[in-house]
Antibody, heavy 123, light 107 residues
Framework: EVQLVESGGGLVQPGGSLRLSCAASGFTFSRYWMHWVRQAPGKGLVWVSRISGDGSNISHADSVKGRFTISRDNAMNTLFLQMNSLRAEDTAVYYC????????????????WGQGTLVTVSS | DIQMTQSPSSVSASVGDRVTITCRASQGISSWLAWYQRKPGKAPKLLIYAASNLQSGVPSRFSGSGSGTDFTLTITSLQPEDFATYYCQQTNTFPLTFGGGTRVEIK
């Protein structure tokens, strides 16, 4: 069974840092593009970052560029999101998700998704 | 950024009803559109990709259509498990963007 399990969320003060992890299982992790998507309370879904299967190609949304870094450890089948200089507007549930198919060029259709981990930025 | 506008924002319907949700892109995106279903406390689920392709395991009562700027998600014969929020997503241009969601509620 394909499974994605996020961890690492919690309460952090503005300006602080947090590192999210996503443990993947049930598929050949290194063959897939992976993404982070977030949803703030009462708001819609927002794409955050993506990374290629070998980790060589990375993209971030402008709202997090320079503050967040996506990375992966294919030996450990784990995706990461390092979040620095956190702001109140970063408060959201963060989802780890996978490209639907294992392709060199991503299609950016997301399936499956993890259950999400809540990040709260507040003093 | 490409803006994705969904309508209606919410709809009340009964089991067995036909429900249609529309999604409009602020510029042409060909068929680079997906639809997702999200239930409270659950992870989002891919329903449709490339505007009209049904994801494996998704019931055939779900269908998608459209291209360019105007798209539709149709649920024929609404079932109790279909009450959820539905989102469209464009993947034509970065940044990837989602619609604001359509909540399907029980009438």
């Amino acid at each position: 069974e394909v499974q994605l399990v996020e961890s690492g969320g919690g309460l952090v003060q503005p300006g602080g840092s947090l590192r999210l992890s996503c443990a993947a299982s049930g598929f050949t992790f290194s063959r897939y593009w992976m993404h982070w998507v977030r949803q703030a309370p009462g708001k819609g879904l927002v794409w955050v970052s993506r990374i290629s299967g070998d980790g060589s190609n990375i993209s971030h949304a402008d709202s997090v560029k320079g503050r967040f870094t996506i990375s992966r450890d294919n030996a450990m089948n784990t995706l990461f999101l390092q979040m620095n200089s956190l702001r109140a507007e970063d408060t959201a549930v963060y989802y780890c998700t996978r490209d639907r198919m294992a392709t060199v060029t991503p299609y950016n259709w997301f399936d499956p998704w993890g259950q999400g981990t809540l990040v709260t930025v507040s003093s | 950024d490409i803006q994705m506008t969904q309508s209606p924002s919410s709809v009340s319907a009964s089991v067995g009803d036909r429900v249609t949700i529309t999604c409009r892109a602020s510029q042409g995106i060909s068929s680079w559109l997906a639809w997702y279903q999200r239930k409270p406390g659950k992870a989002p689920k891919l329903l449709i990709y490339a505007a009209s392709n049904l994801q494996s395991g998704v019931p055939s009562r779900f269908s998608g259509s459209g291209s360019g700027t105007d798209f539709t998600l149709t649920i024929t014969s609404l079932q109790p498990e279909d009450f959820a929020t539905y989102y469209c997503q464009q993947t034509n241009t970065f940044p990837l963007t989602f619609g604001g969601g359509t909540r399907v509620e029980i009438k």
